[in-house]
């Protein structure tokens, strides 16, 4: 009967595109639901919407780069919205390199299920090269950018994090340091093809310190090696999945849960799906 009941949750969990829903179907055998539903405008569309005063005010600001007066010119706009112009204003967000704002447009519940809105493929040869230059994977590499920042590479953190993949200048300039390059400037830090290779290297050597596991490297990533190192002491062989919920600070505890569910998103959009838990990361080293 517990047998039935938990084949029952698994198979209600397993429908689900999060965290919870990829380890349950990777646990009874089934295929992750990524439940993407296809954008369906027209260029017309957009172009109508374009034409509205307040979307050409804010892609005006934007474009000399007032973003406080354009993003609220948008969030103004937005309540007047129907579901199908609010898909079209995510798009043009997008096409105009304000991916961001796409991605926050399209957290509406009516797109939930709009893959290409909410999980944008930006920066693709930025991800690319980086990603065959530091050997991590690029569906990582890519879940972190969005976990950070949601691709925002002028993102500022209260803790003075920076850039696409939120990197700290203190991180940024020992990586530098440790690849050989000239450690960057503050301000370097808002280039996303330099905060992306720093973050590239730095993932790179926790990975490599971790023994490839990606849920170890994303907690360091996020709360420091030396909370994990203290978070993982004493526990070898315990499983991964039970480990991920003992993780004391609930704001890691759900990064390291969201950029292993966004991997598994980004796997299967580039066509390369992995693992939600690979053999080797099914259980503390």
């Given at each position: 009967?517990?047998?039935?009941?938990?084949?029952?949750?698994?198979?209600s969990l397993a429908m689900e595109r999060?965290?919870?829903?990829?380890?349950?179907?990777?646990?009874?055998?089934?295929?992750?639901?990524?439940?993407?539903?296809?954008?369906?405008?027209?260029?017309?569309?957009?172009?109508?919407?374009?034409?509205?005063?307040?979307?050409?005010?804010?892609?005006?600001?934007?474009?000399?780069?007032d973003l406080i007066n354009a993003g609220?010119?948008?969030?103004?706009?937005?309540?007047?919205?129907?579901?199908?112009?609010?898909?079209?204003?995510?798009?043009?967000?997008?096409?105009?390199?304000?991916?961001?704002?796409?991605?926050?447009?399209?957290?509406?519940?009516?797109?939930?299920?709009?893959?290409?809105?909410?999980?944008?493929?930006?920066?693709?040869?930025?991800?690319?090269?980086?990603?065959?230059?530091?050997?991590?994977?690029?569906?990582?590499?890519?879940?972190?950018?969005?976990?950070?920042?949601?691709?925002?590479?002028?993102?500022?953190?209260?803790?003075?994090?920076?850039?696409?993949?939120?990197?700290?200048?203190?991180?940024?300039?020992?990586?530098?340091?440790?690849?050989?390059?000239?450690?960057?400037?503050?301000?370097?830090?808002?280039?996303?093809?330099?905060?992306?290779?720093?973050?590239?290297?730095?993932?790179?050597?926790?990975?490599?310190?971790?023994?490839?596991?990606?849920?170890?490297?994303?907690?360091?990533?996020?709360?420091?090696?030396?909370?994990?190192?203290?978070?993982?002491?004493?526990?070898?062989?315990?499983?991964?999945?039970?480990?991920?919920?003992?993780?004391?600070?609930?704001?890691?505890?759900?990064?390291?849960?969201?950029?292993?569910?966004?991997?598994?998103?980004?796997?299967?959009?580039?066509?390369?799906?992995?693992?939600?838990?690979?053999?080797?990361?099914?259980?503390?080293?």
């Amino acid at each position: 009967l517990h047998s039935d009941r938990a084949q029952l949750t698994f198979n209600s969990l397993a429908m689900e595109r999060d965290y919870y829903g990829f380890l349950a179907a990777e646990q009874i055998g089934t295929p992750m639901r990524m439940n993407n539903e296809p954008l369906q405008l027209t260029p017309a569309q957009i172009n109508q919407l374009r034409r509205q005063p307040a979307v050409a005010r804010a892609i005006e600001l934007y474009a000399v780069g007032d973003l406080i007066n354009a993003g609220r010119e948008w969030r103004d706009l937005l309540p007047e919205l129907s579901n199908e112009d609010r898909a079209a204003a995510a798009a043009l967000a997008q096409s105009i390199g304000w991916i961001t704002q796409g991605i926050r447009t399209a957290s509406a519940p009516s797109l939930h299920n709009t893959l290409v809105l909410r999980f944008p493929l930006a920066y693709q040869d930025t991800f690319q090269k980086v990603s065959h230059t530091t050997n991590v994977a690029r569906s990582f590499l890519q879940a972190i950018a969005r976990q950070e920042s949601a691709y925002d590479p002028r993102a500022r953190s209260s803790a003075n994090a920076r850039g696409l993949m939120q990197l700290m200048h203190p991180t940024a300039s020992g990586v530098a340091r440790r690849i050989g390059i000239t450690p960057p400037s503050v301000s370097e830090l808002y280039d996303p093809s330099i905060n992306v290779e720093l973050a590239g290297h730095h993932l790179a050597a926790l990975l490599d310190r971790y023994d490839r596991q990606r849920p170890l490297a994303a907690a360091a990533y996020n709360a420091g090696e030396s909370r994990v190192a203290r978070w993982t002491k004493d526990r070898s062989g315990m499983a991964m999945d039970v480990w991920i919920e003992t993780i004391p600070f609930r704001e890691t505890r759900n990064y390291v849960k969201n950029v292993l569910a966004f991997d598994q998103v980004y796997s299967q959009l580039l066509g390369s799906p992995v693992p939600m838990l690979k053999v080797h990361e099914t259980a503390l080293q």
